[in-house]
């Protein structure tokens, strides 16, 4: 798999609070663009997921802010994986300003059937979705 460039972004003017930077509630909305993002660049979108029956919740989330973010500033962010198991998957979001890593982030997510809301082993019941996410595992966990 050719490596994933990160998802690229300025944000909009409605994300900042009253002291001009990015309101802290708007990161976890971009860490998930970002894994919509991924989806869409492993040519594997949501949509297609979803058609297969699977969801993928989030079991947790978390955010480190070190620099701000304001309005203009063009960001990156670059999703890892950190650990994939056939059944959940983590990640780790790092969010550049330029150079500079201006927030880390982590999710945790499951992967779960949306007819029976029970946990799906993707190597057994989807194994080239299964194939992607192993493949994508492997050339982000290079970052860590």
Not at 35 to 40: A, G, K, M, Y
Not at 46 to 63: C, D, Q, T
Not at 86 to 102: H, P, Q, S, V
Request: proline content about 4%; some cysteine.
């Amino acid at each position: 798999m050719k490596k994933y460039p990160g998802y690229v972004r300025k944000p909009f003017y409605y994300e900042t609070d009253k002291m001009g930077i990015i309101h802290h509630a708007n990161y976890i909305r971009w860490f998930e663009e970002a894994r919509v993002d991924v989806l869409s660049f492993m040519d594997y979108p949501f949509e297609k997921i979803e058609a297969a029956g699977i969801m993928i919740p989030v079991l947790a989330v978390s955010s480190e802010y070190k620099e701000m973010i304001r309005f203009g500033d063009e960001i990156v962010i670059q999703p890892i994986v950190t650990k994939y198991t056939g059944t959940r998957m983590n990640f780790e979001y790092r969010i550049y300003k330029g150079d500079t890593l201006a927030t880390v982030g982590t999710s945790q997510h499951c992967f779960m059937s949306s007819e029976t809301n029970r946990l799906v082993h993707l190597k057994k019941q989807h194994p080239r979705l299964h194939e992607l996410f192993l493949d994508y595992y492997e050339s982000t966990k290079e970052s860590l």
